[in-house]
């Protein structure tokens, strides 16, 4: 699987090439990221990325061209034309189904904004996906195009190790993961829940279940469906 980001902020990414099982997982060729600076694709002398809004208003938006130009730059390495995700407050929020769909292309391109965003017309014709983390506002899309790539990284076979696979992570089933205990066994007077202690592997595989259940009734009712009862 290959990346590309489009940012303003390369550096940011090192985040993720640096540390834990991403890191890991470039190290072993499982996936390739490649940064792109729209800087680099401004005609002016002064390397304008932004200008003012039609309109007015507050603040500045990405210019069409300097971004056009990375991704034509982009498309004239690969074979095929990527996936183009632009990361926004705006977008259909990602959950670990979309994620676990992502995990199907080959080349994935992230489109990161700054300033109030990027200019309406290179998102409506050269987007193909718009994806929000989470109904709150950060400023740039660097942290969220990381998330978004730190959770697909995970579950491209072979980037965790069998002691941490993804079957079990909150959500695989739809439910949130149940809690989960290290020695020692009593800890500032709390004990571990006393069936995993007494290794009947069909009791504790019952008490996790009915655990994830209980949580998520409890936590997110939003997200329970029927196929969980
Ligand atoms: C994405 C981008 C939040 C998200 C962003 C999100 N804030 N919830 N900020 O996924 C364009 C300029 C959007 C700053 C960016």
């Not at 940011?12 to 834990?20: D, I, K, P, R, Y």
């Not at 990375?70 to 259909?92: M, R």
């Not at 800890?187 to 290794?199: H, I, N, W």
């Amino acid at each position: 699987m290959r990346f590309d980001v489009i940012t303003l902020f390369p550096e940011m990414f090192e985040a993720l090439t640096e540390s834990g099982v991403s890191r890991r997982a470039i190290q072993s060729e499982l996936y390739t990221l490649k940064t792109w600076n729209p800087r680099q694709f401004t005609l002016d002398k002064h390397k304008t990325v932004d200008d003012r809004p039609y309109g007015g208003g507050p603040g500045m938006v990405m210019m069409y061209q300097p971004l056009k130009d990375t991704l034509s730059a982009i498309e004239g390495e690969l074979q095929a034309k990527p996936h183009v995700v632009y990361l926004s407050p705006q977008g259909q929020p990602l959950t670990q189904q979309k994620v676990a769909d992502l995990t199907q292309y080959d080349n994935i391109t992230l489109l990161c904004g700054r300033y109030e965003g990027v200019d309406e017309r290179l998102v409506a014709s050269s987007v193909d996906e718009e994806i929000s983390i989470g109904d709150f506002v950060v400023s740039g899309g660097e942290l969220p195009a990381m998330m978004l790539m730190d959770a697909v990284i995970r579950l491209i076979p072979g980037a965790l190790g069998h002691s941490q696979s993804a079957e079990q992570d909150s959500f695989s089933d739809g439910l949130l993961d149940c809690p989960h205990y290290t020695r020692p066994e009593v800890v500032d007077g709390m004990s571990v829940p006393s069936v995993l202690m007494e290794g009947n592997h069909a009791k504790i595989d019952a008490w996790r279940q009915a655990q994830k259940l209980a949580r998520t009734q409890q936590r997110r009712p939003d997200i329970l469906s029927d196929k969980n009862s």
